[in-house]
């Protein structure tokens, strides 16, 4: 059974740092386009990065410059560094994976077919 455990969530300031780790269970992630998802109370679930089983890295323009995805198959796991976060920045994060292998890149939820439980983030003015 495959299993995503996101977490490394909390409570910053404005302009602090955050690293999100999601750890997977199951399956190895090495050949299989990995992700960030975000989801802001009354809003949509929004694409925040995505690293290919290549380790190319894009991200929404929103976060580009402050966030950096990263991921270490040795270990079977995803990052992503937040800094100089923002109040905007509060959201509950999911890490996400297309496990059919049929994305080299996830940007949408569409694409996505395992997630995370979410962690949160919430970031202080």
């Known amino acids: 059974q495959v299993q995503l455990v996101d977490y490394g969530g909390g409570l910053v300031q404005a302009g602090g740092s955050l690293r999100l780790s999601c750890a997977a269970s199951?399956?190895?992630?090495?050949?299989?386009?990995m992700g960030w998802f975000r989801q802001a109370p009354g809003k949509e679930r929004e694409f925040v990065a995505t690293i290919t089983y290549g380790g190319s890295t894009y991200y929404a323009d929103s976060v580009k410059g402050r966030f950096t995805i990263s991921r270490d198959n040795a270990k079977n796991m995803v990052y992503l560094q937040m800094n100089s976060l923002k109040p905007e920045d509060t959201a509950v994060y999911y890490c996400?994976?297309?496990?059919?292998?049929?994305?080299?890149?996830?940007?949408?939820?569409?694409?996505?077919?395992?997630w995370g439980q979410g962690t949160q983030v919430t970031v202080s003015s």
């Open positions: 199951g399956r190895t992630l090495s050949s299989y386009a």
């Open positions: 996400a994976a297309d496990l059919r292998g049929l994305r080299r890149r996830v940007t949408s939820p569409a694409d996505i077919n395992y």
